[in-house]
Structure formats: structure tokens, C-alpha cells
């Protein structure tokens, strides 16, 4: 005979149901308020809300409450697949804010990415840096950096478009990518996130080919770790 589920856990399963009903940003009631409504002590209702806090599905924000966040959005991590196109599949609105963009000095790493063997310093390349959001949430700060020759993407819509579609239309195609990950906290970016500098972040730093095999794209993009995941798929060697 199984053992009776423990009551925390039967409160955070009628909690997480009503967090996925609401609309990010929603407040939920307090601790106080839900040992109320469930007859329970605090710390009952405080083990429910912890499963939802580490989950990401709750926020709180000391001196104002405690509010309900998106589910993070999921990539798998071996599809080349943009921001905008993976927002738009899984049913949210994809949106930019631009920050910078134009024509400037590569930085080392760019310049080592997008022009191998080039002397250091001598590689131009078009920067974009933008705030990449999810139903006006912002996930991330995105800094892209492109060959020199593709000038015409400063045309292109930064904010509501996909620079992917833009470089189709160019008559370029992503083809190939490679990404490292790694992990810091905000820093200078939790202004433009509306995060605490101390918020985790997962970095990802993707290089891309187009179909002819050459240097297409280099971007550092760094994610409010609970706002996004990558998913991977694994075989377990014997």
C-alpha cells in the first residue's frame, strides 16, 4: 500500500495550478494568507511555495511580495533554432529592445571567430546588442556580432524581426553552430533585465556557418537562468 502524499505536496499542486492560470507578474497571496485558506501552519505552506520559488514559477521580492513568473522557455540543446523562432513556437511574443548597433572594431574573440588569422585589431565587424524578451519579460541580453560585408542588417527590423530571417533574405543561410556554455551572475546587465546583480545567469557563446561553410555569426548571450533552460538528450555509454 503506497504512503499518503505528504500534505505540502498536495497544497503545491493546487499552488502551481493556480500560478500556470496567471499572467506573469501577478501577485500571490502571502504565506499568512495561504495557511489561512488551507488550515495549515506556515512552514506547510512555506515547503509548497519552495518547490514553486526553485521551479521559477514564483518571485519574491522582499518589501513587496511574492509575484508569478513565466515558465522558463526550453531549447534543445542540438537544434539551431533563433530566439524569435523559439518564442513564436512555443507560443509567445518574441520582442527586442536594441541597445547598440553598427559598425565597429572586433573584439579579440569576435575577431578570432569571424576572420581566423586576421591580425588582432584589424577586424570591423557589425555589432547589434539587444535585450531579448518574451511577453515584454525580459530573458536576456543577446551581443551578435557579423562580418563587416553584412552592413545591410542595420536595415533590418532589430526589434519586433528576426535577424535570421534578415540573413536569409541576404542570401545567407545558418547552417552550422557550435555553442559553449557557462554560468555568471548579472553584473552590469541586471539594470537592462530588471534583476538583482546577483541573479544567476546561463551564458551561451555560439558560433554559426553559413551553407558555404564561412564565419557567419559570433554571439554571447546571457539568460536570466530561471526565465530559460537548455534541454539535452543523452545516450548513457555502457
Request: charged share 25%; hydrophobic share 45%; glycine share 10%.
Amino acid at each position: 500500500m503506497a504512503a499518503p502524499q505528504p500534505l505540502y505536496e498536495r497544497i503545491e499542486k493546487r499552488l502551481r495550478a493556480r500560478a500556470d492560470a496567471a499572467a506573469d507578474g501577478d501577485p500571490f497571496p502571502s504565506e499568512q494568507r495561504l495557511a489561512r485558506e488551507f488550515g495549515v501552519a506556515r512552514m506547510t505552506v512555506r515547503q509548497a511555495l519552495a518547490r514553486l520559488e526553485r521551479d521559477g514559477r514564483l518571485e519574491r521580492i522582499p518589501g513587496r511580495g511574492t509575484f508569478v513568473r513565466a515558465p522558463a522557455a526550453v531549447r534543445p540543446v542540438g537544434t539551431l533554432l533563433s530566439f524569435h523562432d523559439q518564442m513564436v513556437a512555443a507560443g509567445r511574443t518574441p520582442r527586442s529592445r536594441l541597445v547598440d548597433a553598427g559598425l565597429r572594431p572586433g573584439a579579440a574573440d569576435e575577431a578570432a571567430a569571424l576572420s581566423p588569422g586576421a591580425p588582432a585589431g584589424g577586424v570591423t565587424v557589425v555589432g547589434i546588442t539587444r535585450v531579448r524578451l518574451a511577453d515584454d519579460v525580459p530573458v536576456a541580453v543577446e551581443r551578435a556580432a557579423f562580418p563587416a560585408t553584412l552592413g545591410g542588417l542595420l536595415d533590418a527590423d532589430l526589434e519586433s524581426g528576426s535577424l535570421h530571417s534578415a540573413l536569409r533574405r541576404l542570401g545567407l543561410r545558418p547552417t552550422l553552430g557550435s555553442s559553449i556554455l557557462s554560468a555568471r551572475t548579472a553584473g552590469g546587465d541586471a539594470a537592462a533585465l530588471g534583476v538583482d546583480p546577483a541573479t544567476p545567469m546561463l551564458v551561451e557563446t555560439r558560433t554559426i556557418l553559413d551553407q558555404h561553410g564561412a564565419p557567419l555569426e559570433y554571439t554571447v548571450s546571457s539568460y536570466v537562468a530561471d526565465r530559460y533552460a537548455l534541454k539535452v538528450d543523452f545516450t548513457v555509454a555502457s
